[in-house]
């Protein structure tokens, strides 16, 4: 059974940095596709940063600088490393894979809330 539990998230000042954790079980963080999502209220879910499967990195526009998407591969782990943060991060961050087979299932974990204050 495949699940994904975030940690790290909470409140921190504009300028300031935070490292969310996402725990996985039942997957290889090493071989799936690995991405965090955000969600800020009365906004659509959006991609923040993400590992393909062919072992790449994306990242939206608005983080590509502040944030890092990195694994721990003997420890199943996915981190984001966000620095300079802006009150515009402000949201639920989402730890998020797809299966590699089909049918391609996917998972999200239940969110870790950051809030960036002004």
Do not use: H
Request: some cysteine.
């Amino acid at each position: 059974q495949v699940q994904l539990v975030e940690s790290g998230g909470g409140l921190v000042q504009a300028g300031g940095s935070l490292r969310l954790s996402c725990a996985a079980s039942g997957i290889n963080v090493g071989i799936n596709s690995m991405a965090w999502y955000r969600q800020a209220p009365g906004k659509q879910r959006e991609l923040v940063a993400a590992f393909t499967r062919y072992r790449s990195t994306n990242y939206a526009d608005s983080v590509k600088g502040r944030f890092t998407i990195s694994r721990d591969n003997a420890g199943n782990t996915v981190y984001l490393q966000m620095s300079s943060l802006k009150p515009e991060d402000t949201a639920v961050y989402y730890c998020y894979t797809k299966m590699n087979v089909y049918p391609y299932n996917e998972y999200w974990g239940q969110g870790t809330q950051v809030t960036v204050s002004s």
